[in-house]
Structure formats: structure tokens, C-alpha cells
């Protein structure tokens, strides 16, 4: 065994309630050794050799943040294209600027189709964002653009993908499809919009190739560096083997294990996917899978989508459903055979992740994992909701009931609620996004996440705890549904602790405690003593993945 290093600090927080706080972190091997005190500590460092390192003097170390769902390799392609988002994003050449009108939306993609002198080169756009950029494009809106080029453009939430007629052409949509998500005009012809996966894999076709290249390993790199700079030592890539499952295993076996990698990072497996390729022996081939996990790049669980977006406007509603009368879309897999298709998953005792963000696709999850619990009752299962977006409190308590988690994504209080209560939900739904108040009431475990960075937020654990106390709306005064507030205590514990538990990590992961890995979120100020509505401006040093420092 190697050395022991002592870091001292201002103040450790442990996030083990039972010894909560302390001023030293003894690290040996990569793990935490103990917490406390130099005193506390004597009885190992009077039997081995040891040093003690002040870098952290003055400065508050936390276990290192979990984001359990984030989108790093697929996204980073995403951030290489032609971007036409309202925010100003990075990409691969700076910030690319945000684009705040419909009319600046179409100028960008005219000048990108007129500035490739091959007028038959595709053209990939990504970053619509329909709620505030004037709704969606459709297949006229882009012949306009270029009748010539093949176009995709993909929503800031890649739930929508819309083309023009030579990109249809080129992607061989018949006129006669039927695949569920493919959209038309009043009168039957295709309109260009392609709606949630089924419909997107039908859309992108060879495409998908071309966006992962644009990512690569230098994307993957520059993601972690995003992440480093939050504060965050493991994340989980919630859609992996999208594409081709084992070209994104080898990028993500290239890029994380190397020591200058600043994450850990859970591989979830998209179920449309295996499906697609093993057909009802997905869960075995994912077992299998599983044998090639370490303690940086691990597999996890598989992924389920039972509707769509909260952003882009897709997701599925109870009465009276949207504003304008409509509803959105259910995903790939039909509500009735949902828990069928997860039954081989649950069976084999791998974690099922269920995405669902309206409260109708909440309780279709619901719903699949009571059919799942009367075939096989099981304990601990930590069937997981993820976004959780729109709900209501009696699903809070039914989750509970048959043993459920979530990982939310409660950003959007703050980013989105406002815009939503005028276009999309309306005020109550809008105003009660991610009711952690009632999950906290009824004794249910949660995560935070931003799903980084395919929706409009940014990757801060931070400003997420701080969403989660203060729920203050983007006019920074607004206080909305203030009764699904949650203390700092519990916010932090869900970017740390009860985000590992969410991931079955754990023991591994999320608190300062001897055995586990010494990954720390260093910060300049304590969490607990600064004013709450001041969460999210606490000044991040960088972060110590397995005992080694990672400036930010």
C-alpha cells in the first residue's frame, strides 16, 4: 500500500450524518482513508508514513458531485454543428452566439447552406427551441432555406428533427410511413417533423454517424472539462449505444480511464437499441456487457422512454393536457407492452431507468412497474424515473409505494417554468415543475440532474441545489409552488450521496467515508453558512478524483 496524504481544510463535509463534518481528509490508495482530525487520525499515522498537504487550507471540501444524467459524447457532436440555439452555448471554436428570433434562426441556416460550395453536402443544425423561438419548423419553412441541400435541424431537446425535402429524399422516408412520430401536413403530405426516437432513428439514418464524429474523443475531453470546472467526479451517460454500442464503448474506453480524464462515468444502455439489435436478448447481451466495467467507466442499467420533452414540448399530459387542446407524444414503446419489454431487465436484476416528464407518462411508468412488482415482487429494485418533471403528489406517494427513486431535473423551475406557464402547460403545471417537496414528504429517495446538454441549462450541481431550496422563477423574484422547497441539507445529499444511490454506487461513491473512492468538490465557501439564495455563486476551486487534484 502506498503513502497516506493528509488534506487539510477550512472545513470538511462528509455527507455521512453520522460524523458530518470535519477538518482533514486521509487519502491512501486512491480511497478514503479516515476523516477528522489530525489528532483522530494518530492511530494510523503513527504506523505508516505520511504527509499533509495544505493546498485546501482555506478552502471547503464536499464529496465530489454526481450528475446521474448527462448526454457527454452524444452531445458533444451535437455542440460541433451549426448551432442555432437561443443561449449562447460552447462549441469546439468558442461560444457560439444565441440566436433570439425565428427570423435570425432562418438567416444562420441560410448562410450555413450557402457558405459550402458542394450544394449537395448535408447540412446539420442543432439547437431550436420551438417555446421560444416561435414554435416549430416544418419541411415548406426549410425548401425555402434550400430546396437543393438536404437539411436536418434538431431541437435543443433532440425530441424533434426537422428536414426538408431533399434531406426526406436522401433519408428515403417512404410517403406511406406509418412509424409512430412522423408527422403531416392537414393534408396528408409529409411535413418534415420527425417526433421521439422511433421516428428520429427513421429521420437521421446515416446521420447519426456523421454527429458522432464531430464529437470524438476531443468532444468527450472538452465535456469533462465542463464538468470539471462544476465540481463534478462522476456522471451517467443515460443513452449509450445509441448508435453503434460498440464504437461508443471503445471512445468512451479510449477517452475515460485515462488518468488526465476527470470523471468517473456510468454507462446506461438505451433499450430501443439493444432491442433493436438483440431483440428479447437484450438483457443477456447487457450482462454480458457488464464484465468489462472498472472503477472509472462502468455499465449500470438500461433506459426506458415513455414520452417526451419538457422543453421541447413533447411530453404527455392528464387533463386538460396543453394549452392550445393538444398532448404530446408517447415514445418507442407502445404504454400496454411497456412492461414487457422491461420484464427481461427486471428479471436479471439490472436497474431499469424509466424516462417520463408529463404526469400521463408518469403514471404509464407507474403503471408498468406495478405489473412488474405483481410478476416478480422484488426489494430494492430502484426502478428509477427519470426528469420527473410534471406530477402530482399522490405519484409521489405511489412511487414510494412500490419502491421507486427519481432523478430530477429541476433546473427547469428556474430556466423554464415562466415561459411554459405562457406557452405549452399553463400556470399550475408550469409553476409546480419537480415537486421535490412532496418526494421528500413521502419518503422518497432523489437525485438532481441537468440531462447536459441537450436541454437550455447549464451543468451546476450548485445551481441545482439552488433551484431546489429557493424555486426562485427567471424574473429572480418570483417564488413558485413554495411548498415543494426542500432544505440545503437534503439538496446537496441529492448531488452527492442519494445521486450515487440512484446510480447503485453508493458504496463507492457520494460521502467522504474509509473504503469509499477520494473524489472531492473543493469550494471556496461552505454550503451550509453562506445564504441559501446565494447557493449558486459559491466559487468552485475544481475537484480530487481518487485522491489526485483536478484544478478547475
Known amino acids: 500500500m502506498g503513502d497516506i496524504t ?25 480511497r478514503v482513508l479516515s ?36 448526454h457527454f459524447a452524444f452531445s458533444a457532436g451535437y455542440l460541433a454543428m451549426h448551432y442555432i440555439g437561443p443561449i449562447d452555448s460552447p462549441g469546439p471554436h468558442g461560444i457560439n452566439k444565441g440566436l433570439r428570433t425565428r427570423g435570425e434562426v432562418l438567416a444562420k441556416l441560410r448562410e450555413a447552406a450557402n457558405a459550402d460550395p458542394d450544394p449537395n453536402a448535408p447540412l446539420i443544425a442543432w439547437g431550436l427551441d420551438p417555446a421560444s423561438q416561435d414554435g416549430h419548423l416544418h419541411r415548406d419553412e426549410l425548401d425555402a432555406v434550400s430546396l437543393d441541400r438536404p437539411m436536418w435541424v434538431i431541437s435543443y431537446a433532440p425530441h424533434f428533427i426537422y428536414l426538408n425535402s431533399a434531406a426526406l429524399e436522401r433519408a428515403k422516408v417512404p410517403d406511406n410511413t406509418n412509424v409512430h412520430g412522423v408527422m403531416r401536413y392537414p393534408d396528408g403530405r409529409l411535413n418534415g417533423q420527425f417526433v421521439e426516437l422511433e421516428a428520429g432513428r427513421l429521420a437521421l439514418g446515416a446521420m447519426r454517424e456523421a454527429i458522432a464524429e464531430r464529437g470524438g474523443a476531443d468532444g468527450l475531453k472538452r465535456m469533462g472539462d465542463i464538468a470539471r470546472k462544476a465540481g463534478v467526479t462522476t456522471t451517467a451517460e443515460m443513452i449509450f449505444g445509441k448508435g453503434n454500442f460498440e464504437n461508443e464503448w471503445a471512445l468512451h474506453a479510449k477517452v475515460v480511464p485515462e488518468e488526465s480524464f476527470p470523471l468517473r462515468m456510468g454507462l446506461v444502455s438505451l433499450e430501443l437499441a439493444l432491442y433493436a439489435d438483440h431483440g428479447s436478448k437484450g438483457a443477456d447481451f447487457l450482462l454480458d456487457a457488464m464484465k468489462r466495467s472498472g472503477d472509472k467507466l ?27 387542446g393538444s398532448n404530446g407524444l408517447r415514445n418507442d414503446v407502445p404504454w400496454d407492452e411497456l412492461h414487457e419489454r422491461m420484464l427481461p431487465y427486471w428479471k ?19 403503471n408498468a412497474l406495478a405489473k412488474l412488482q405483481k410478476a416478480q415482487p422484488q426489494f430494492d429494485h430502484r426502478f428509477t424515473l427519470e426528469h420527473y418533471c410534471i406530477s402530482t403528489p399522490d405519484q409521489a406517494r405511489r412511487l414510494k409505494a412500490l419502491g421507486g427513486v427519481a ?26 415543475v419537480a415537486r421535490l417537496g412532496s418526494l421528500e414528504r413521502e419518503g422518497v429517495i432523489f437525485a438532481l440532474h441537468s440531462d ?26 418570483t417564488v413558485l409552488a413554495p411548498g415543494e422547497r426542500i432544505g440545503v441539507e437534503r439538496a446537496l445529499r441529492a448531488i452527492t450521496i442519494d445521486a450515487a444511490y440512484v446510480l447503485g454506487a453508493e458504496q463507492r461513491l457520494g460521502s467522504l467515508e474509509p473504503g469509499k473512492f477520494a473524489d472531492f468538490a473543493v469550494l471556496e465557501a461552505d454550503p451550509f453558512e453562506v445564504d441559501p439564495v446565494d447557493l449558486k455563486d459559491i466559487k468552485i476551486w475544481g475537484t480530487v478524483l481518487g485522491g489526485k487534484p483536478q484544478p478547475a
Open 6 to 30: 493528509v488534506y487539510r481544510a477550512r472545513k470538511v463535509v462528509t455527507m455521512d450524518p453520522g460524523r458530518p463534518f470535519a477538518q482533514c481528509v486521509a487519502v491512501r490508495d486512491g
Open 35 to 70: 476523516t477528522g482530525t489530525i489528532e483522530t487520525m494518530e492511530p494510523w499515522l503513527k504506523r505508516y508514513p505520511y504527509k499533509i498537504d495544505d493546498t485546501f487550507a482555506d478552502k471547503v471540501i464536499l464529496p465530489g458531485f454526481i450528475d446521474p444524467h448527462t
Open 298 to 324: 462502468f455499465f449500470h442499467g438500461v433506459k426506458f422512454l415513455s414520452d417526451g420533452s419538457f422543453p421541447a414540448m413533447s411530453l404527455r399530459l392528464n387533463f386538460p393536457g396543453y394549452l392550445d
Open 348 to 366: 436479471a436484476g439490472i436497474q431499469i431507468h424509466c424516462h417520463a416528464n408529463g404526469d400521463e407518462a408518469v403514471d404509464a411508468s407507474l
Open 407 to 432: 432523478s430530477v431535473n429541476n433546473y427547469f423551475v428556474h430556466y423554464r417554468s415562466q415561459l411554459h406557464a405562457e406557452e405549452g402547460f399553463g400556470p399550475d403545471r408550469s409553476e409546480a
Open 452 to 477: 447536459y446538454s441537450l436541454v437550455l441549462v447549464p451543468l451546476h450541481p450548485l445551481t441545482a441545489a439552488w433551484v431546489a431550496v429557493n424555486r426562485i422563477a427567471l424574473d429572480g423574484k
